[in-house]
């Protein structure tokens, strides 16, 4: 069942018994007695559990794109070539006609 779907009935159902469809797990579970009581609180429980499991996955997730990005824009910058900032400021003198290792010394 699509999820949209379960939310609907999820409102309509709270809607029903409590009068109000956007009451939450704990407000349930203070109306309700005996079983369903301790079963609300176990299903608060889990779902605490669930949701704080998929926060640690999240940023784990976005510390794994950052270092990703990072990784990726160095590999970018040492492979780029970087325009030359040096000028020729002075002449150099032209090589001279002999050989610059003699080798009869």
């Known amino acids: ?5 379960l939310e609907e009935r999820r409102r ?3 809607k ?3 009068g109000d469809e956007a009451a939450t797990v704990a407000q349930c579970e203070a109306m309700a007695k005996g079983k369903e009581r301790e079963e ?3 299903c608060r429980e889990r779902l605490k559990q669930a949701v704080n499991a ?3 996955a999240n940023e784990l997730n976005r510390q794994l794109i950052e270092q ?3 990784f990726v824009t160095a590999m970018i910058e040492t492979f780029t ?3 030359s900032t040096y000028s020729r400021t002075q002449e150099y003198a032209p090589l001279p006609d ?3 290792f003699e080798s009869k010394a």
């Open 98 to 100: 002999r050989p610059l």
């Open 68 to 70: 990703s990005l990072q």
């Open 54 to 56: 998929v926060a640690e």
């Open 16 to 18: 029903e018994v409590l």
């Open 1 to 5: 069942m699509a999820i949209r779907q």
């Open 81 to 83: 070539p970087t325009p």
């Open 12 to 14: 309509r159902w709270l």
């Open 40 to 42: 609300l609180r176990e």
